[in-house]
């Protein structure tokens, strides 16, 4: 009865540390970087014109940045979005402020 208590236990120990070193080393890796739903969602909407006028590099980048920090909108704006009602309330809903077009 002691013996099969002492082999569960050690299969109980290998288990935790296997585990524990799984963890551990898929920590350590690179992840790839997902977008998140907001910026999914910003992109279904976007132009994609890429052309830049919002001073980032393309329409992505910008997302991403208007995504994370929704203020950046009100001040770095797509022209393209700002001349559509439709998507500019869209945007407005998925980032939670209200954007003044003509500032
Ligand atoms: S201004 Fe608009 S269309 Fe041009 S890169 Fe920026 S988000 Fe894209």
Redesign the pocket.
């Known amino acids: 009865m002691t013996n099969r208590l002492t082999i569960i236990l050690i299969f109980a120990a290998i288990a935790l540390f296997l585990g524990i070193l799984i963890v551990v080393t898929s920590s350590l890796l690179p992840k790839k970087k997902e977008k998140s739903k907001k910026v999914q969602d910003i992109l279904k909407i976007?132009?994609?014109?890429?052309?830049?006028?919002?001073?980032?590099?393309?329409?992505e980048k910008?997302?991403e940045a208007i995504a994370e920090n929704p203020e950046v909108a009100l001040k770095d704006?797509?022209?393209?979005?700002m001349s559509d009602k439709e998507k500019l309330s869209e945007l407005e809903k998925i980032l939670g402020v209200k954007i003044n077009k003509n500032k």
Not at 77 to 81: A, I, L, S
């Open positions: 976007i132009p994609n014109k890429n052309c830049g006028a919002c001073g980032y590099t393309n329409c910008y997302a704006k797509c022209p393209f979005m």
